[in-house]
């Protein structure tokens, strides 16, 4: 065999290698992070950690402190055979706008059973006061509070959502643990 069939054969080789190579797939990744060119949402902190939440006006950071449950001596209006949980929550606005809304309608605890129901409560630590904590956040302003939940026979809270503004797009999710 002459140096240049040689040349020819191993060049041919070569050829046919890469392309079974190619069609294999070999540049290409299978790892999660990059299919669909997206990546996967984290996970939502346990309560107890902060979040930076965008508000349309201005920007927040939320914290769960804890979550009681069973809420006892709250005088939480319940139906028959449910129990109260109290949602702890801090939101500190760090932008430049007034935060200006309602507890009941950004704070939303998911329970074993579905979404539960905010509560009115008539006393102690999570007692329902006339003017919301979250009403009027000025800018560099901390406010804290406790929104009663109803929560069916049976289920146990498993998260605490916050809404800003009612804007689900927006919110943010801590994971209640046992």
């Not at 949980?85 to 500190?92: D, E, F, K, M, W």
């Not at 979404?115 to 329902?128: D, R």
């Amino acid at each position: 065999m002459t140096g240049r069939k040689r040349h020819g054969i191993a060049a041919l080789a070569l050829i046919l290698l890469s392309a079974m190579l190619a069609s294999c797939g070999g540049s290409g990744s299978s790892s999660p992070s990059t299919r669909g060119g997206s990546t996967p949402p984290p996970s939502p902190p346990s309560v107890g950690r902060s979040q930076r939440i965008q508000a349309h006006d201005t920007a927040l950071v939320v914290a769960v402190s804890h979550v009681d449950f069973p809420l006892r001596g709250s005088g939480a209006l319940l139906s028959p055979g449910d129990r109260a949980a109290g949602v702890n929550i801090a939101v500190r606005n760090v932008g430049q706008g007034v935060y200006d809304r309602s507890s009941e309608g950004d704070v939303h605890l998911r329970t074993s059973a579905g979404e539960a129901e905010p509560s009115f409560a008539s006393q102690g630590s999570c007692a329902t006061s006339e003017i919301d904590f979250l009403k009027e956040v000025e800018p560099g302003e901390t406010r804290s509070g406790c929104v009663a939940f109803d929560v069916t026979r049976g289920a146990r809270p498993v998260a605490v959502r916050f809404e800003p503004e009612g804007r689900a797009a927006q919110g943010r999710s801590w994971i209640v643990k046992r």
